[in-house]
Each structure stands twice: as C-alpha cells, then as structure tokens.
C-alpha cells in the first residue's frame, strides 16, 4: 500500500459517509457510490432507517470526489427498500451498470433530531430484520436507474439467512453469469443469530439468483467476518473481507485474505492479513483509524490500483467516532 492522500476520498458536511464503490463512467471520469446519512442521528444505527446511495466524481482515482446527485433515495415504507438503501457495490458489465446494494423499510413513524433513537427503537429492530439485498440497473453512470419491486436475495426460512441478508459483494463474469457473496443473520427465537456470510449464483445478472450452499461458506464457529470483497483470478477466486475479533489476521477489525477454487469452498491465504487499520498518510503522519472496513478494490487493466474503505476517526467504535469519510490508498504495482 502507497501513502494514501490526506486530501482525497469522499466526505460531506452534516453527513456520516460510509461503503464506497467506485466506477470509470463513460466520460472517463470516475464515480464514486456511496451511503449517506445525517448525523442529526447517531452513526449507529442511524443508517439503518436513514441511509441513502449517492453518487460523487472525481477527475481521478485518489479524488477528492464531489457530491454530484442522489441515486437511491427513499421511495416510500411500501418498498422493500423504501426506508433505507445502503452498501453500495457498483460494476460495469458490457453497456450496463450494475448497483448491487442493501434495502430496507419500516411502517412506522419518521425519526426526528433528539427522538432517542438507539438499538432498542422498535424502528431499529424492524428495519434490521427487512435488510435485504437488492440490484438497480443503469445503461449511464448518470442514471436513470431501474429499480426493482422485489430483492434479488430474499430471506430463507429455517436457514442461516432466515433473519436478513446484505453487504453484497458480486463478481460479474465476462458470459454474464455472477458468483454474489453475502453477509447473513438467521432467526433465533425472535432475535438475530451471529453473523454468517453465504454465496448465491446467477447464470445472468438479471437472476434469478439462487444459494450455492447450504451451510455458510465460512465455518461461523472460526470466522466471523463481514463486509467482504470478491474478484476472479485464474485460479478461482480471491477475497478480502473485515476480521470482527482478529483471530483471523492478528489484528481486530483488519483485513483477511482468503481464496477459493469455486466460490463456495474457501480457506484463509498463505499470508492471511490483507490490511491494517493502520494507513500512512502522504503528509508522512502514520494513524490507526477508529474504524477502517468496507474494502473495495478498483481494478484497472486487470490489476487492483486503489483501495477504498469507510473509514472513522476517533479510538475505535462507531459510537465514539465524530467524523467518517471514504478514504482511498493507492497500491503499488
């Protein structure tokens, strides 16, 4: 990793920003997707009933990225993803761009400033509990998008994805078939179990989309991960994701490595940290961030050039934090 640049990434005043996503848009510029919220409501879980997908450019990859328009807005408590779009993870396929994301709803009352809005809001738990992974299409960076009525990864009773699924993570392949990775809770008793991640497969991205696997793909007894990030190599596959304890990697809320030869068999890598919390900065200045998760890897001419991850500032949590942004580390080639 290069030092990363203290003036690049996405930020906005007034606003938690988290999960960039980034694209080379037709005109050559490039087009950061990322989640919203304001912080008239706490970080956590603010973006639960509040988040919102939007769209900032850049003339290059490093950035800054300016706030241009919202994607994703709310449409209503009738859609599934009416109250809430979040996790964006956009991709280019032929002429289409393809907006993989995290919906949610809730039929009650609009949060308002000093409300207490917290965990325990009946708000949070319906909102948590209708997370679900959807797709929005584009033939333009700039839109419009097409929304669908129904998510293309819906919730499995009496499996380990009963309860919600999200943070989406696709691999598109070149004949147009997807290998889609997917964090997962499942009911116990009236409650949400631990977090699982799971793979679906599509024969086109369009769906329909279907689980390859009846069990997690990661044994939840050693690996509790999330927010993962997938690509295809000529070996199979290749991943990175977040390591929640850091019994993974050796450093809590680092980065693993893992791979895989098909998708749904994976084990951790030769050398299993992929990164650290820990970034240098262009100025010389060396920080651990509060929170660093979210990776995305932007790939050009077939080589990964940028990392992007939602960071926070402050000693670690999101309750502690005061400001968040998506950074961008540049790697070496």
């Known amino acids: 990793m290069l030092p990363a640049p203290r003036e690049g990434g996405f930020r906005m005043e007034g606003y938690w920003v988290w999960c960039g996503s980034v694209v080379q848009g037709e005109d050559g510029r490039y087009h950061m997707f990322a989640s919203r919220w ?45 109250r809430s779009t979040h996790n964006p993870h956009i991709v280019k396929h032929d002429d289409h761009y393809l907006l993989y994301y995290m919906g949610s709803t809730h039929p009650l009352a609009d949060q308002v400033p000093g409300d207490g809005f917290g965990l325990e809001d009946p708000r949070c738990i319906v909102a948590r509990s209708n997370k679900r992974v959807g797709l929005a299409v584009a033939k333009s960076v700039y839109g419009p998008w097409r929304r669908f009525d129904q998510p293309i990864l819906p919730v499995r009773p009496g499996h380990f994805d009963s309860y919600l699924t999200s943070n989406p993570a696709p691999c598109i392949h070149e004949d147009g078939s997807v290998l889609l990775v997917y964090k ?27 689980v390859i696997s009846e069990e997690p793909i990661f044994p939840p007894a050693k690996f509790h991960i999330e927010d993962p990030f997938i690509w295809k190599t000529a070996d199979g596959y290749e991943l990175i994701a977040k390591d929640m304890e850091g019994t993974l990697c050796g450093e809590k809320h680092g980065g693993i490595h893992a791979v895989s030869s098909n998708g749904r068999d994976w084990r951790l890598a030769e050398e299993p940290q992929a990164y650290s919390r820990t970034v240098r900065w262009d100025d010389g200045n060396v920080q651990t961030m509060g929170n660093l998760e979210r990776p995305f890897l932007l790939f050009q001419n077939g080589r990964a050039t940028h990392l992007f991850a939602a960071v926070a500032d402050g000693p670690g949590g999101f309750r502690h934090a005061e400001n968040t942004w998506n950074m961008v580390i540049p790697l070496q080639a």
Do not use: C
């Open 184 to 210: 997962a809770r499942e009911y116990e008793g009236n409650i949400h179990g631990g977090m699982t991640i799971g793979a679906a497969a599509a024969e086109h991205w369009q769906g329909p989309y279907h």
């Open 38 to 82: 304001p912080k008239t409501l706490p970080m956590h879980p603010g973006w639960l009933v509040a988040s919102e997908i939007v769209r900032a450019v850049s003339d290059t990859p490093e950035g800054p990225y300016a706030f241009e328009e919202v994607v994703l807005p709310g449409r209503g408590a009738e859609y599934w993803d009416g």
